[in-house]
Nanobody, 124 residues
Framework: QVQLVESGGGLVQAGGSLRLTCAAS??????????MGWFRQAPGKERDFVAA????????VYADSAKGRFTISRDNAKNTVYLQMNSLKPEDTAVYYC???????????????WGQGTQVTVSS
């Protein structure tokens, strides 16, 4: 069984910062075999890609909306992936999910394992 647990969400004013954390666990989960992604879903909207990072951490990709403001990173010693979010905007308000799969992808359907999500609310 694989568990991905997000934390770090909350309420922040526009222009502020948050750092999301996703911790992975599970007897059959080999952290080093998985690329990790962050997605977000606003009310009434589809789940959208935010950022992804390769197994080694050497390759990262970002949605256009995240470039220059968000940074994805991972600590392979802690089985943890992070999303540092700066210069937050009200339109960043959403539930943020982390996900795991074998390759870096922007596609929701590519990811096998998902966390339960953490709410990020940005006030204007």
């Amino acid at each position: 069984q694989v568990q991905l647990v997000e934390s770090g969400g909350g309420l922040v004013q526009a222009g502020g910062s948050l750092r999301l954390t996703c911790a992975a666990s599970g007897r059959t989960f080999n952290w080093n075999s998985y690329a990790m992604g962050w997605f977000r879903q606003a009310p009434g909207k589809e789940r959208d890609f935010v950022a992804a990072i390769s197994r080694s951490g050497g390759n990262t990709v970002y949605a256009d909306s995240a470039k220059g403001r968000f940074t994805i990173s991972r600590d392979n010693a802690k089985n943890t992936v992070y999303l540092q979010m700066n210069s937050l905007k009200p339109e960043d308000t959403a539930v943020y999910y982390c996900a795991a799969d074998s390759i870096v992808s922007r596609q929701v359907r590519s990811y096998r394992y998902w966390g339960q999500g953490t709410q990020v609310t940005v006030s204007s």
